[in-house]
């Protein structure tokens, strides 16, 4: 008898899925197939509102990187009324002239001038002026919008400052509460008065 006979002559002649089994292994796949539909379709519905957080988290970093970077290369900071909202500082920036275009050439020293952010409860503007005008003389560039507070900024100590705290509220895409990141810089004053004697 050749081997394949042997095998099916050992064979229960009963093997093989009842009716029951078989529509009770369907029953279970349906439910596993529709539990993992629903674990994809969730995760696509909510890929928008995660991209639109980490885009919004970037900028406010991007944006809050900048604003730190520039009073770390601040000289003095100009005394304002306006707490929390608004920040006027002389620093040096790489330009060709104050609110210019930015110089390409590094061999070519930074200039002085006045930068003043100014923020409300949607955005923040930055102005950069001639180290003599006033901040508000100038051209108010928006670079960050989407805010939920105008309180910005913590100046320590509260008269002359050396120390600027930077808190950005930012609207959370999801609805709830607000994101907020949070840095802050002391300027270079004691830099500055040893170039200058």
């Known amino acids: 008898m050749s081997r394949f006979a042997r095998i099916r002559a ?5 093997a093989g899925l009842t009716l029951v089994e078989l529509l009770v292994a369907a029953a279970i796949s349906v439910v596993l197939v529709g539990a993992a539909c629903t674990m ?5 519905r909510s890929q928008p509102t995660l991209s639109k957080k980490s885009q919004e988290i970037s900028t406010a970093r991007y944006v809050l990187e900048r604003m730190t970077r520039e009073i770390r290369n601040g000289i003095s900071v ?7 909202s608004h920040v006027e500082f002389r620093t040096r920036v790489r330009r060709s ?7 390409e050439s590094p061999s070519v020293p930074a200039i002085e001038c006045r930068v003043t952010y100014n923020c409300t409860t949607t955005e923040c503007t930055r102005t950069e002026t001639a180290p003599e005008v006033s901040g508000t003389a100038g051209t108010p560039i928006p670079i960050i919008d989407n805010l939920v507070s105008d309180k910005v900024f913590n100046p320590e100590p509260s008269t002359a400052p050396t120390y600027i705290g930077i808190t950005l509220h930012i609207a959370n895409p999801e609805g709830k509460g607000e994101l907020t990141i949070t840095d802050g810089a002391g300027l270079r004053i004691q830099n500055y008065f040893d170039e200058v004697n």
């Open 78 to 84: 100009v005394p304002s009324t306006a707490a929390g």
């Open 10 to 14: 050992g064979a229960d002649p009963e």
């Open 97 to 103: 002239t104050c609110g210019g275009a930015v110089q």
């Open 40 to 44: 994809l379709i969730s995760a696509v």
